[in-house]
């Protein structure tokens, strides 16, 4: 079984400040990816960054940045120069490369909240 | 660009009823999914569905549930007769494929409140 822990349930950042959001993973799957959702008040849930489990370098995006430690088993987003419309929650997901595992395991998310 | 769209954005009905939550995944997309969000709480994994059949379900699919691809175009979830504890947010999700990384594209999701 896959599990995904998100030990951050809030976080309060000043604007333009990097902010890290920390996520910890357990698999006993060899393969697998790394996903980071944001979810706005509004609800919708939108796509950040992937990282699989043989990439070679940490994946980034724009402003976002993905700290891999494949041997910690941890997957922490990084947040470059944050604004305030970061102020979401994120959440943290996995999928393993293997049949019968279409579905995202979501962790429980981390509210982050910048602040002026 | 293209997205997934959902409705409605909110339904309200009486538990015992049948609701029916609608979906219209990205158009060349393949593997279509199902999630739910209750309030609070992390989103979970319901079912996913590819070529006209479901590929995988959770534990929390159980025979109350269904899903449907009626057309080329929609994708539907069925809630037979609602329970209060199916009050949570609806989300449908689509991919090109499956194999990593495949990225599931979520729509705004469906709140749905059971009285």
């Known amino acids: 079984a896959q599990k995904i822990t998100q030990t951050q349930p809030g976080m309060f950042v000043q604007e333009k400040e990097a902010v890290t959001l920390d996520c910890t993973y357990d698999t006993s799957d060899p393969s697998y990816g790394l996903f980071w959702y944001k979810q706005p008040s509004s609800g919708e849930m939108i796509f950040l960054i992937y990282q699989g489990s043989y990439d070679q370098q940490n994946a980034t995006e724009g402003r976002y940045s993905l700290n891999f430690q494949k041997a910690r088993k941890s997957a922490n987003l990084v947040i470059s120069a944050s604004q305030l419309g970061d102020s979401a929650m994120y959440f943290c997901?996995?999928?393993?490369?293997?049949?019968?595992?279409?579905?995202?395991?979501f962790g429980k998310g981390t509210h982050l909240i910048i602040q002026p | 660009e293209p997205e997934v769209t959902q409705t409605p954005s909110h339904q309200v009905t009486q538990m015992g009823q049948e609701v029916i939550l609608r979906c219209v995944p990205i158009s060349n997309h393949l593997y279509f999914y199902w999630y739910r969000q209750i309030l609070g709480q992390k989103v979970e994994f319901l079912v996913s569905?590819?070529?006209?059949?479901?590929?995988?379900k959770s534990e929390i699919f159980d025979d109350q549930f269904s899903v449907e691809r009626p057309d080329g175009s929609n994708f539907t979830l069925k809630i037979r007769s609602t329970k209060l504890e199916d009050s949570a947010m609806y989300f449908c999700?689509?991919?090109?494929?499956?194999?990593?990384?495949?990225?599931?594209?979520f729509g705004p999701g469906t709140r749905l409140t059971v009285l």
């Open positions: 997901a996995m999928r393993s490369s293997g049949g019968g595992a279409d579905g995202l395991t």
């Open positions: 569905f590819y070529n006209n059949e479901i590929s995988e």
């Open positions: 999700a689509s991919s090109f494929g499956l194999l990593l990384p495949n990225e599931q594209f």
